[in-house]
């Protein structure tokens, strides 16, 4: 099972950006999908999750600006991030969760510029 994300880049702060997560090959209705973010010299944590009937949560430091919503139907995750800020610059990982199975993304690098 392959996990492709896309849309990160170079963004000034106050800027926004939409990563997307593609899963084809997986049955995605079944699967918790989360997006995490890891950042220079940092450990990789939790930024947003949406389980299989659209619940959500979100890191406090994101409350407010980011948004994860998923597409069953195409299978699926995006995360909007709006105001920008240079501490959210990471690379950001998308995972599907199923039980005990896990699958993750390749990355995409999101930079913030002050």
């Known amino acids: 099972v392959q996990l492709v994300e896309s849309g990160g880049g170079l963004v000034q702060a106050g800027g926004s950006l939409r990563l997307s997560c593609a899963a084809p090959g997986l049955t995605f209705g079944h699967y918790a999908m989360a997006w995490y973010r890891q950042p220079p010299g940092k450990e990789r944590d939790l930024v947003a999750s949406?389980?299989?009937?659209?619940?959500?949560k979100y890191a406090d430091a994101v409350k407010g600006r980011f948004t994860i919503s998923r597409d069953n139907a195409k299978r699926v995750v995006y995360l909007q991030m709006n105001s920008l800020k240079p501490e959210d610059t990471a690379i950001y990982y998308c995972?599907?969760?199923?039980?005990?199975?896990?699958?993750w993304g390749q990355g995409t690098q999101v930079t913030v510029s002050s």
């Open positions: 949406i389980s299989r009937d659209g619940s959500t």
């Open positions: 995972k599907a969760e199923l039980w005990n199975t896990q699958y």
